[in-house]
């Protein structure tokens, strides 16, 4: 089956620590993103990338990094400079980032939950 | 101000009833409009999108854009219990007109919907 997997389902940090998340995808996209929802704010863009070993900030990159070495993966790092890391966390990728003339529907993987103890 | 609004609701209703859902919209830039379904601890899915203005249907659903208000909405119509999600809105521009990026959503803070049998 073709699809996004993330891992894992739940993650516990605690102070100071960094962790990573993984996000895999076969449906051989080109761009890659990451997104972080906290309750009543919708999706923010945390980073993205259009192509292998390329990747953009969105608009919450601090505190967090990533590499994109793969075409298929995109892991998510959380680093002790993430003030407020407890969120839920959602990985996605789109045939490529988009086009001038046309949109490609991201689709998601089913998220980590981390919580910072 | 955001550039995305979105009632958050709660939203609870009987079932059979027709639900209104809406977003607005700051950025003249976004031409592409999005609703995703979310189920609780589940990633996001898409249920429709529309191109600029004008009225889409699929099903039980129909998905409106008022580019000239700023204005989008989803209806379903005889809703189920099943219907019971957080819907998001999210939209799009093309290339960097506005400030948008390549295939950067931005997300409404999504809506939660609850259908009673």
């Known amino acids: 089956d073709g699809g996004i997997t993330q891992s894992p389902k739940y993650l516990f940090r605690k102070e100071g620590q960094n962790v990573t998340l993984s996000c895999e995808q076969n449906?051989?996209?080109?761009?890659m993103y990451w997104y972080r929802q906290d309750p009543g704010q919708g999706l923010r863009l945390i980073y993205y990338?259009?192509?292998?070993?390329?990747?953009q900030k969105g608009d919450i990159a601090e505190g967090y990094s990533v590499s994109r070495e793969k075409k298929e993966s995109f892991p998510l790092t959380v680093t002790s400079a993430q003030k407020n890391p407890t969120a839920f966390y959602l990985c996605?990728?789109?045939?490529?980032?988009?086009?001038?003339?046309?949109?490609?529907?991201?689709?998601f993987g089913p998220g980590t939950r981390l919580t910072v103890l | 101000q955001k550039e995305v609004e979105q009632d958050p609701g709660p939203l609870s209703v009987p079932e059979g009833a027709i639900v209104s859902l809406n977003c607005t919209y700051s950025?003249?830039?976004?031409?592409?409009f999005m609703w995703y379904r979310q189920y609780s601890r589940k990633g996001p899915e898409l249920l429709m999108y529309?191109?600029?203005?004008g009225n889409k249907e699929d099903g039980r659903f129909t998905a409106q854009v008022d580019k000239s208000s700023k204005y989008i909405s989803l209806f379903i119509r005889d809703s189920q219990p099943s219907d019971s999600a957080t819907y998001l809105c999210?939209?799009?521009?093309?290339?960097?007109?506005?400030?948008?990026?390549?295939?950067?959503?931005?997300f409404g803070q999504g809506t939660i919907l609850t259908v009673h049998p």
């Open positions: 999210a939209m799009t521009g093309l290339g960097n007109a506005g400030g948008t990026s390549y295939g950067k959503l931005t």
């Open positions: 990338s259009q192509i292998v070993n390329d990747f």
């Open positions: 950025n003249s830039a976004f031409q592409y």
């Open positions: 449906l051989n996209h080109d761009a």
């Open positions: 996605a990728s789109s045939t490529d980032g988009g086009r001038l003339s046309s949109y490609n529907e991201q689709f």
């Open positions: 529309t191109y600029s203005s």
